[in-house]
């Protein structure tokens, strides 16, 4: 995925991704994969990365989530 674009572009980024740890089923099938991709985007951007507890931090975690985003959104990178 080209990222250099965002990359470059002088903005604060922000990779927010949950941790997978439960269940195992869900993190074994589909979190492993999705962890490896957010942490390499997260790196690829320089971005700053947040891991979540759970696996829908939008849904599980909505206040914490939100706060990273109001934090990410009133800062200069």
Do not use: F, K
Not at 8 to 32: F, H, Q
Not at 51 to 61: D, E, L, M, N, S
């Amino acid at each position: 995925m080209p990222l250099a674009a965002l990359r470059d572009a002088g903005v604060a980024s922000l990779v927010i991704r949950g941790t997978w740890r439960d269940p195992e089923l869900y993190r074994r099938n589909v979190g492993e994969a999705l962890v490896a991709c957010a942490d390499a985007v997260a790196d690829a951007l320089g971005a700053r990365l947040l891991a979540v507890p759970g696996y829908y931090p939008h849904t599980q975690r909505p206040a914490e989530v939100n706060a990273a985003l109001r934090e990410l959104w009133g800062q200069p990178r």
